[in-house]
């Protein structure tokens, strides 16, 4: 029989040690309310002189109240006493954490302006050794936001390092391609930024910038000065109207950052939280077996005659649940997200507005990366469309019309999401026929006012009969004359007998010939779940 324990003496409290962790809790809360200081009343003062808000002003506009839970909240640059007790507590110039956007819990990762310009600070790669937060947005399958405001690299950090670094690993952009390739990804421009994180911005299947509050450049104009003798200010090197209209390295512009938050959660609600789900279906209260009467005349029958095709599309889509991506880039070319029945869609058209509705290179590379996206996050893509050709002359030329039409082709072979063809108007020549890759089955319908060929009768007679009609006595009327020869032949019901194309249909049912599609899609794609991409898709 094993002995009787027999107990202790009574434990003594020693008066000097508290009973609870109270004042550890004390102390943590001081050095929280510290980091939240940011830079102080100074900078947060000229931070809002600027027209600009805070990180953590931004965090909260953007989320759900009360849903930010911060990580590396005390990871910072701490000052003792002689004693070892806090002075003073500076947070890293980058705030990093999870949060919730219409009850989805998304990744953010902002930077601090106030704190030694954002990104400059030495220590503002908050974790860059052990903790990933795109590593972290990955792993858990959620939505990746940057709010971006800093000023790029300084030399300042040789000082703070006692060295210069020579810059790279796996840390600073290894995650981007698994990232991109499995999660949405968001980046918002909102501060003048230079270096690095101006390449953040384009690293994102969807950006926003500011009109007036932020800007984007590899080098900033004290150094553009410095090197091509030339004085040009921050927004002529890199606004809105640069890199949205000019560049495409923005997608959409917003009024200020209260409208680029509301458009970061619009855009979010079109997409899945990462590729192993579908798109999320809403109810928007519009019948998908709506025939609207406008479309029966929304196309001139004068083939030269302009028409809105925004308007268009309002009548096919679910009313107002229109989202277009890159409104000002490649602008012959609409790209938009929208819902058809409830779903998200990926639309593509032309704008016969701008050049006609010709495919520039700008719009190639505008739909090459639309149909990259479509297809990786599962969302059905509708083309209607109204495409002339290629764009012709001298720019075209340079801008490398043929590699950037290649690369498009190549986009919309490679896409296994289901697609579907309209043709509205005109398909002209290889820009129009490379509507057929974007589906095995290859299902085009058409409507009446369809028009296509391996290039337009108008500019094709005057190709094929110029020394006829330069011969002739009356040259304009001999060119009439020959075009009208050939009208006939450019009825879609001719088309139609030789089943080159496989259907022509009525405008008004084009909204429920594509909600059916679109249901039958959403069924197909629940098969398809998961990375579509061994490398990620292309930024």
Not at 98 to 117: M, W, Y
Not at 180 to 198: D, I, N
């Amino acid at each position: 029989m094993r002995p009787a324990i027999r107990p202790g003496p009574p434990r003594t409290r020693n008066p000097g040690v508290p009973m609870s962790w109270q004042p550890e809790i004390d102390e943590l809360q001081r050095r929280r309310r510290m980091a939240h200081e940011m830079g102080g009343d100074e900078g947060v003062r000229r931070q809002h002189e600027k027209g600009r808000l805070t990180v953590r002003e931004r965090l909260a506009a953007l989320l759900d109240a009360d849903s930010f839970r911060e990580i590396g909240t005390l990871s910072g640059k701490a000052d003792y006493d002689s004693e070892g007790r806090l002075t003073r507590f500076t947070h890293v110039s980058r705030v990093i954490g999870t949060g919730r956007i219409e009850g989805r819990q998304v990744a953010v990762d902002g930077g601090d302006f106030t704190i030694h310009g954002g990104w400059a600070d030495p220590t503002s790669f908050v974790g860059a050794g052990r903790f990933s937060i795109e590593q972290m947005a990955v792993e858990r399958r959620i939505p990746y936001i940057r709010l971006l405001d800093s000023a790029g690299g300084s030399v300042e950090s040789i000082k703070a390092k006692g060295r210069t670094a020579l810059l790279g690993g796996p840390h600073l952009y290894g995650p981007w391609h698994t990232l991109m390739a499995h999660v949405p990804v968001v980046s918002a421009a909102l501060g003048s930024l230079g270096g690095e994180p101006p390449v953040r911005v384009a690293a994102a299947h969807w950006s926003v910038m500011t009109r007036t509050t932020s800007e984007l450049f590899v080098a900033g104009p004290p150094l553009v000065r410095q090197a091509f003798h030339s004085n040009i200010t921050k927004q002529e090197l890199g606004g809105w109207n640069v890199h949205a209209r000019e560049s495409g390295v923005v997608d959409n512009v917003a009024e200020d950052e209260q409208d680029a938050f509301r458009l970061i959660r619009k855009f979010l609600s079109y997409l899945p939280q990462n590729v192993w789900q579908q798109p999320p279906r809403a109810e928007t209260g519009d019948d998908p077996e709506r025939r609207d009467d406008q479309l029966l005349s929304i196309i001139p029958r004068n083939r030269r005659r302009l028409y809105d095709i925004r308007d268009l599309i309002g009548h096919v889509i679910d009313r107002g649940s229109e989202f277009e991506i890159a409104p000002l880039y490649g602008a012959s070319v609409v790209t938009m997200l929208a819902r058809m029945d409830g779903y998200p869609v990926a639309v593509i058209s032309n704008d016969c507005r701008v050049l006609g509705g010709a495919q520039t290179a700008a719009g190639c590379e505008k739909m090459m990366r639309f149909c990259d996206m479509a297809d990786t996050f599962h969302l059905p893509v509708i083309y209607l469309m109204d495409c002339p050709g290629f764009m012709i002359g001298p720019r075209s030329e340079r801008e490398g019309i043929e590699r950037k039409s290649a690369r498009l082709a190549f986009a919309m072979a490679q896409m296994t999401v289901p697609a579907q063809v309209v043709v509205l108007r005109r398909s002209f020549g290889v820009a129009g026929a490379m509507h057929g890759s974007l589906s095995r089955l290859n299902l085009r319908y058409a409507w009446p006012s369809g028009d296509w060929g391996s290039l337009p009768i108008e500019g094709g007679v005057m190709a094929a009969y110029r020394r006829t009609i330069e011969d002739a006595e009356d040259p304009e009327q001999k060119r009439i004359e020959l075009e009208q020869g050939f009208e006939p032949y450019r009825s879609p019901f001719r088309t139609a007998e030789a089943f080159d194309v496989e259907e022509i249909i009525d405008p008004r049912d084009t909204r429920p010939i594509l909600c059916d599609f679109v249901r039958n899609a959403w069924e197909i794609t629940r098969t398809q779940l998961g990375p579509k991409w061994r490398l990620g898709i292309r930024p």
